[in-house]
């Protein structure tokens, strides 16, 4: 399968490639099944799901992953992309946006060129996201050229990495030091261009259901008679003690209407746990709401990963788990990858983050 040109539309931290979606998908269902994402992060098995003839459903708490999966698997056409495109253009008034642009924080004005500060202003309050399919690509398309290197013209930011966007004072410390400037970057003709890449491929065909909500509202929301049963979940929870989105993700975040500054827990406190025994908890509230929505005989593919513990006792946490499905689980197979080469190495050197991560494949064995 060639690769679909939405897959690489924002990087994304924690994310798993879609080969290993793709090998699950094909390996446990078949056309038209409707395969399940509880923590849907940048839309990979939805998008590949629907790429392999399937069905999808999505859900997370964050408004980056539901930005990023709805655009991926409820595409608008090209032609009403760059329609918008151009229709945002004439309705900019750069003397509107210069006052904001000028009172924002030290952090966008040492990130952003002063024009290109104005733009996204403007964007960031003119694109209805949430509701409008056109505006929620636009959006999406945004994210993933908020920031990068500052070699990249596809990036708009001063210098910082792909997937993660690091707190504002060592930003301005880092950029200070290395005396750097954000490059002047249009964001329409930056748009124009990843637009008419991105769409060289062919839009995804299928049922795309992307919901908006915490994974343990998934049995009063999903209504299997009318979905179908769900043979199949593939899925990678938050890792304990490796990533915050809420922080990693504070830049795209703010872009979709957030606070101009990190902000953990205000949204969620499932992705950072300060104990093992806390993240094992929502890894139970996890396995209640697949048991509850699970057809007999599903499987379950999940992807887990940490720096404090090892993969042997990840295996046993995450079958031990398995219980508070309230239905027999059966572990099938295992596999463990160690993780050789991370992006924010260039940025923050010597960092730790999750060195290995472990698969299971289980099986509802009712």
């Known amino acids: 399968m060639i690769r679909h040109r939405f897959h690489a539309l924002c990087p994304y931290f924690a994310m798993f490639p879609e080969s290993f979606a793709e090998y699950w998908i094909k390996r446990l269902t078949k056309p038209n099944d409707t395969v399940l994402d509880p923590f849907s992060g940048r839309g990979t098995t939805a998008l590949t799901a629907l790429l392999c003839g399937r069905h999808a459903i999505s859900s997370d708490v964050n408004d980056v992953a539901i930005c990023l999966t709805m655009a991926k698997t409820r595409s608008p056409s090209y ?28 952090f966008f004005r040492y990130a952003y060129a002063p024009s290109t500060l104005r733009q996204l202003l403007y964007l960031r309050s003119s694109l209805d996201w949430k509701d409008s399919r056109v505006d929620n690509m636009l959006a999406a398309l945004t994210l993933g050229s908020l920031h990068g290197e500052v070699t990249s013209k596809r990036y708009l930011s001063n210098q910082l990495p792909r997937t993660i966007s690091t707190k504002p004072r060592y930003s301005v410390n880092f950029w200070k030091a290395r005396h750097l400037v954000a490059p002047e970057r249009d964001v329409f003709t930056v748009l124009g261009e990843i637009a008419t890449y991105r769409y060289e491929s062919p839009l995804p065909e299928g049922d795309s259901v992307v919901l908006h909500t915490d994974m343990r509202n998934l049995p009063r ?130 960092t730790k983050g999750c060195v290995v991560e472990l698969d299971c494949h289980f099986k509802f064995d009712d």
């Open 79 to 106: 032609k009403r992309v760059r329609s918008r495109i151009n229709e945002l253009r004439r309705e900019f008034d750069p003397k509107e946006w210069k006052n904001p642009a000028t009172a924002a924080d030290e």
């Open 221 to 350: 929301v999903i209504d299997t008679d009318k979905q179908g049963p769900l043979r199949c979940a593939i899925t990678s929870p938050p890792y304990l003690n490796v990533t915050s989105f809420e922080e990693d993700q504070w830049l795209r975040l703010w872009f979709l209407g957030g606070p101009a500054h990190p902000k953990k827990g205000a949204v969620s406190r499932d992705d950072r746990h300060g104990t093992a025994d806390n993240y094992w908890s929502f890894i139970g509230d996890m396995w209640r709401s697949l048991g509850a929505v699970m057809a007999e005989d599903a499987h379950v593919v999940i992807r887990i990963g940490s720096r404090r513990i090892s993969p042997e006792a990840l295996k046993r946490g995450l079958a031990g788990c398995a219980q508070f499905s309230g239905r027999k689980v059966k572990l099938i197979s295992h596999h463990v990858s160690e993780i050789r080469k991370r992006q924010t190495d260039a940025f923050r050197p010597g």
